[in-house]
């Protein structure tokens, strides 16, 4: 599953108790596999979060919550130490101890909204830049801004105990050489919190991902160095604009609205005009209005600018904030055909596949219940409007086939049977069970979303795929692998979990099963590493394994997410 960088800002507005007409995204991507949301969309004033859900979240604390889902504060203090480390080691000298600096005094730090430069030194894994002033210990975040910048920043709040503030970006004062920013295409850029590398050259943000990943796994896997082998380089996305295939604008509620006190408001809450529509700014909880995202397909554009019209005109319909869906549908047509050539509906495009010889036409859907289309080379996939899957479908060709010729391992003659099945675990609509297919005499996906496993079988048929090929199995988390009869010497295990990883019981599972191969496709490379270590250590019941690979995927492009790829073969002890 992939991280969604723009829909970030959408969880803020969940926070701030912004509602939504259709599934809000998680905070990061749309699962590269394809799980189907089971909640159902609600048209305007019928919106309503889980109670049940934002309780539980409540509940767990701070801590919980980071080792689960692998917070952003939790990769920031990372860098940040590391960063105040180097600064020690290089003012000791050579052969000299290192002094730990204490936290800078508050008394001694400026007062909030202060404005102030910074020099930035370091690029954290969250995409924010990392400033000092001379003669200080203490750390800046200042958004958008890159190694080697000078930056104006507005102080907005200090971390107690921590040594380090966050900041607004303000202006640059002198540049860095990586910085250009002619390269921006956006103009809201530096405002809306959804990119944060649009001024880099792209060579220079696949470096900086694959920093991320090499830092995740310095950081989280608990391992020796001698037990990680290096990281590839970062594979690039054909697309740098024009890639994502669905985005999510949202709206706040009218003035007076209050979301925690339903049934409480002013009856005479309402819109006076229409609300502004877009994403959060970055560092408020305050919807930007954004009239269009160069990064979304031109078919998702063209949505949102019918959206934006539709809005309004009806707004007044509204008495509370909403999500709006923006989810591009492909139509596959022969090339020959009158279809192909036929005059076009509004607000869609069309476009010539020269691999299949046929022709697209592109629409944008907003409603969550449709089914959408989309392609993957030959292979075809379905889902509602509103569920997870890939955002970038211009790099899932190039990703399927790295992932299809790296199943199986390297020849060799061992004695051992030759991997003839796949399980396909967290495998939501089936796109890893479907795309790798051909390499195995039989495969089974499973999830334990009953949604998500329908549309897999649907979509399995749509590729003429019948359970004599692969099979797709609805099972509780705890179970997953009591359905599975294979080999485990025979059997490779793909892993493509949520954000938040896999669970300590998922993980024992696996080991207990102990599979010959193991792939782990990860949308946050943080909680990757510190699975990968549990695999690799091998602590108590089961087996352990060795790393074979890692690798990061641009799935988007201008942001500071990466997507990572594990490859992992059994000890044979």
Not at 51 to 70: H, L, M, P, V
Not at 146 to 167: L, N, Q
Not at 369 to 388: H, L, Q, R, W
Not at 539 to 562: C, K, M, N
């Amino acid at each position: 599953m992939s991280s969604e960088p723009l829909t970030v800002a959408a969880t803020a507005a969940a926070a701030a108790g912004v509602t939504a007409t259709v599934p809000a995204a998680s905070n990061g991507a749309p699962e590269a596999n394809g799980t189907v949301h089971s909640r159902p969309a609600k048209r305007p004033n019928n919106a309503n979060r889980s109670g049940n859900n934002r309780k539980s979240k409540q509940q767990r604390t701070k801590r919980e919550r980071n080792i689960t889902e692998g917070s952003t504060e939790e990769v920031l203090r990372c860098d940040i130490d590391a960063l105040l480390k180097a600064r020690r080691e290089a003012a000791a000298g050579p052969g000299e101890e290192e002094d730990a600096a204490a936290p800078a005094s508050e008394a001694d730090l400026p007062e909030p909204f202060t404005e102030m430069e910074v020099e930035i030194h370091e690029l954290s894994s969250t995409g924010d830049g990392l400033g000092m002033v001379a003669g200080s210990d203490q750390v800046y975040v200042v958004p958008f801004t890159v190694p080697g910048d000078t930056a104006r920043v507005k102080v907005i709040r200090h971390v107690r105990g921590e040594g380090h503030s966050h900041a607004d970006f303000l202006s640059v004062v002198a540049p860095s050489p990586l910085r250009d920013d002619a390269r921006v295409r956006c103009r809201y850029f530096a405002r809306c919190g959804g990119c944060q590398f649009q001024m880099l050259d792209y060579a220079e943000q696949l470096r900086r991902k694959r920093r991320i990943v090499v830092k995740a796994y310095d950081n989280f896997a608990n391992l020796p160095r001698a037990l990680v082998p290096a990281v590839h380089d970062t594979i690039g996305s054909p697309l740098q604009y024009g890639y994502r295939t669905k985005l999510t604008p949202h709206f706040d509620g009218p003035p007076g609205f209050r979301p925690s006190k339903r049934g409480k408001n002013p009856p005479g809450a309402a819109f006076a005009a229409c609300p502004d529509i877009g994403f959060m700014q970055k560092g408020r909880r305050k919807v930007l209005d954004i009239e269009d995202c160069p990064i979304g397909t031109e078919a998702v554009r063209l949505g949102n600018t019918r959206e934006r019209k539709r809005m309004q005109e009806e707004y007044v319909n509204y008495k509370r904030g909403a999500t709006l869906l923006l989810r591009e549908n492909t139509t596959r047509h022969p090339k020959d055909g009158d279809a192909a050539s036929a005059e076009l509906a509004p607000y869609t495009v069309r476009s010539e596949c020269d691999a299949t010889g046929s022709v697209d036409v592109k629409s944008c859907e907003t409603d969550s219940k449709a089914t959408t289309t989309e392609y993957i080379g030959d292979y075809v996939f379905t889902n509602p409007a509103g569920s997870f899957f890939q955002n970038n479908n211009s790099i899932l060709p190039v990703f399927t086939s790295y992932i299809r010729d790296r199943i199986l391992p390297p020849p060799a003659d061992d004695g051992r049977p030759p991997i003839r099945y796949l399980i396909d675990a967290y495998s939501g609509s089936g796109l890893f069970t479907i795309t790798l297919s051909s390499v195995f005499e039989h495969s089974v996906g499973i999830d334990i979303a009953g949604a998500s496993i329908e549309y897999a079988r649907r979509n399995a048929a749509l590729n003429g795929l019948g359970e004599d090929r692969c099979r797709f199995i609805a099972a509780d988390a705890g179970e997953l692998f009591k359905s599975v009869t294979y080999g485990a010497d025979e059997t490779v295990v793909v892993l493509d979990p949520p954000r938040k990883g896999c669970d300590a019981s998922f993980l024992a599972q696996l080991r207990r099963f102990g599979p010959r191969r193991v792939l782990y496709v990860s949308c946050n490379v943080h909680t990757q590493a510190r699975d990968v270590g549990v695999l690799v250590r091998g602590e108590g019941e089961g087996r352990r394994y060795a790393i074979e690979s890692l690798v990061g995927f641009d799935f988007f492009p201008q942001t500071g997410h990466v997507e990572g790829v594990a490859i992992l073969n059994r000890v044979e002890e």
